[in-house]
T-cell receptor, first 113, second 112 residues
């Protein structure tokens, strides 16, 4: 069975500093990978996705992620965070044809001024 | 603008009452989903539907029911059998099985 692990429940970081949010998955089949962002009391918005091709994926708001098949990881990075990046970030994986995404538990990004 | 709407944003109900949450999409997506979100637990799938008049149980379907009579609509009923219904409920849709899911703004249900 597929699973997704987000290693940190919270990540505090100073404004304008770089950040990495970690995501590891387990799957026996080829996967598609997603990062979503959720602002307080709102729905989720897609940041970026990996379906195939280049392992470095660029998304919205200056975020990027790198797919590493050997380490089964899909870490999210941003070189310089802003206070507006304060949100919860979810990693998800889809590897089958059953229309389901498997979700990580989420990582709260806390920006310190 | 295309998107997903959920109503209402906040909903209060007394214990023992059934309540129906609305979800409508105008994206012409075939697949629709209902998730429940609790603090620290991520998203848990309640029900999903790949096509009109067909739906499947997700991981936590007990105490919930759905219908899919129209492509655009996928209402969720939280029944009195759901032991702990207070949560944030999210509806989503997707064009294909491996494509991204688009989310509505959510409904926060509080059972008093």
């Amino acid at each position: 069975a597929q699973s997704v692990t987000q290693l940190d429940s919270q990540v505090p970081v100073f404004e304008e500093a770089p950040v990495e949010l970690r995501c590891n998955y387990s799957s026996s089949v080829s996967v598609y990978l997603f990062w979503y962002v959720q602002y307080p009391n709102q729905g989720l918005q897609l940041l970026l996705k990996y379906l195939s091709g280049s392992t470095l994926v660029k998304g919205i708001n200056g975020f990027e992620a790198e797919f590493n098949k050997s380490q089964t990881s899909f870490h999210l990075r941003k070189p310089s965070v802003h206070i507006s990046d304060t949100a919860e970030y979810f990693c998800a994986v889809s590897g089958g044809s059953n229309y389901q995404l498997i979700w990580g538990a989420g990582t709260k990004l806390i920006i310190k001024p | 603008d295309g998107g997903i709407t959920q109503s209402p944003k906040y909903l209060f109900r007394k214990e023992g009452q059934n309540v129906t949450l609305s979800c409508e999409q105008n994206l012409n997506h075939d697949a629709m989903y209902w998730y429940r979100q609790d603090p620290g637990q991520g998203l848990r799938l309640i029900y999903y539907s790949q096509i009109v008049n067909d739906f499947q149980k997700g991981d936590i379907a007990e105490g919930y029911s759905v219908s899919r009579e129209k492509k655009e609509s996928f209402p969720l009923t939280v029944t009195s059998a759901q032991k702990n219904p207070t949560a944030f409920y999210l509806c989503a849709s997707s064009l294909e099985d491996v494509d991204e899911q688009f989310f509505g703004p959510g409904t926060r249900l509080t059972v008093l």
